[in-house]
C-alpha cells in the first residue's frame, strides 16, 4: 500500500503540471478560484491499538487508559478551475486531541496528538441547479505528532514524537449554492490513508517492543463540512 501510495502521489505531481502547462487551461473563460474552509472530523484506526494492548504495555490497572478515534479540527482547499468540470485542488488539514484519555484525576499530563496535511490532486464535479455534487482523488503527505506526558513509571522518555508519511484521500462531497459566489458544503467524506509505520511511532514514545504488531499503515475516515467561496 505504500508504494501504492507514492505511486498516486507522483502521478499527482504529473497531472498538475500537465494542467498548468495545457493551452485549453490558458484560454478557458470559464477560470475560476474556489476556496473552502471549515470544521473535520478525523476518525482513526489506530493501527489495531487498543486500550487493554496500551495498559498492559505499560503497566497500568485495566481501564486507567483509554485510545482516542476521534480527532476534530479544520479543513481547507484552494480549488483552481480548469473547465465547468474539472479542477485541481489543494487540500489542508489539521487534527487534534487527547490521545490516551483517562478518569485518573492524577495522571494530569496526558499526550497530546496532532496531524497535519496538504494533499493536492483532481477533482470532477457537475452543478445540478443549486446543487454540485463532486470527487476528488487527492496525494501528498501527512504529519503525525504526539507529546508524550512525563509521568515517571507511565510513559517513556520521549517527550515529543514526529512522523512524516506519504498520504492519500479518495472521496467526494456535495455543496449547495445559497449566493451565485457563496455556498455551503454540505459535507465531504473521504478515505484517508496515511503510511504511518504505528509500530515504530509508539515504540518511539513509549519505548521499543512494547506493541509489535501494530499495522504500518492507516486506514482513516474524514468528514469535512463548511463554506465555499468562488471568485
Excluded: C
Aim: proline share 5%; net charge positive.
Amino acid at each position: 500500500m505504500t508504494r501504492f501510495a507514492v505511486a498516486a502521489i507522483a502521478l499527482m505531481i504529473l497531472f498538475v503540471f500537465i494542467l498548468s502547462g495545457s493551452p485549453a487551461v490558458a484560454q478557458s473563460s470559464s477560470q475560476k478560484m474556489q476556496v473552502f474552509g471549515g470544521y473535520s472530523l478525523l476518525h482513526a484506526d489506530n493501527g489495531g491499538l487498543t486500550a487493554s494492548a496500551l495498559n498492559s504495555a505499560l503497566r497500568q490497572p485495566a481501564g486507567t487508559l483509554g485510545i482516542t478515534s476521534n480527532y476534530s479540527g479544520w479543513n481547507a482547499e484552494v480549488q483552481y478551475s480548469v473547465n465547468h468540470w474539472l479542477g485541481a485542488v489543494v487540500d489542508f488539514a489539521g487534527h487534534s486531541g487527547t490521545a490516551f484519555p483517562t478518569s485518573n484525576l492524577q495522571l494530569s499530563q496526558l499526550p497530546n496528538a496532532n496531524q497535519y496535511s496538504i494533499l493536492f490532486g483532481p477533482q470532477i464535479s457537475s452543478t445540478r441547479g443549486k446543487f454540485t455534487p463532486f470527487v476528488h482523488v487527492l496525494g501528498g503527505v501527512d504529519r503525525q505528532h504526539i507529546d508524550a506526558g512525563s509521568i515517571p513509571g507511565v510513559f517513556g522518555s520521549s517527550q515529543f514524537v514526529t512522523d512524516w508519511a506519504p498520504a492519500v484521500a479518495v472521496g467526494g462531497g456535495l455543496d449547495y449554492k445559497v449566493y451565485p459566489r457563496f455556498s455551503v458544503r454540505l459535507g465531504q467524506f473521504d478515505y484517508y490513508y496515511a503510511g504511518h509505520n504505528l509500530k515504530e511511532f509508539y515504540g518511539s514514545s513509549f519505548g521499543p517492543n512494547l506493541f509489535p504488531n501494530l499495522a504500518t499503515k492507516e486506514n482513516n475516515l474524514r468528514f469535512s463540512a463548511g463554506i465555499v467561496v468562488r471568485f
